[in-house]
C-alpha cells in the first residue's frame, strides 16, 4: 500500500480518481496550504454479528468475578512493577 499527499485543488479536480486508487488500498493526504486536512482510506471490512445464542453459551460457564472491578484494578497497579 502508498501513500501520497494531494492539493485540495487536485482532489477536487480528480475526486473519482482519488477515490478508486483509496478503493484499492492507498492512503491519501490532502492538504491545504501545505497542511495535511483529510486522509483518504479504504474502509474498514465490516464486522460480523455477534450470535447471542453462542455469547450466551460461552459466558454461562465462567465464573462470577468475586472482586470488584475497581479492587481488582487497584491490585494489579499497587502489586504492578516499575
Request: hydrophobic share 40%.
Amino acid at each position: 500500500m502508498s501513500t501520497e499527499t494531494i492539493s485540495l485543488a487536485d482532489a477536487k479536480a480528480h475526486l473519482s480518481e482519488i477515490t478508486e486508487r483509496a478503493a484499492r488500498g492507498e492512503t491519501l493526504f490532502i492538504t491545504k496550504h501545505g497542511k495535511p486536512v483529510a486522509q483518504l482510506v479504504r474502509p474498514a471490512a465490516p464486522r460480523k454479528p455477534v450470535s447471542l445464542p453462542l455469547l450466551r453459551a460461552l459466558t454461562d460457564g465462567m465464573p462470577e468475578q468475586v472482586q470488584s472491578a475497581g479492587e481488582f484494578m487497584r491490585e494489579q497497579r499497587d502489586n504492578a512493577r516499575y
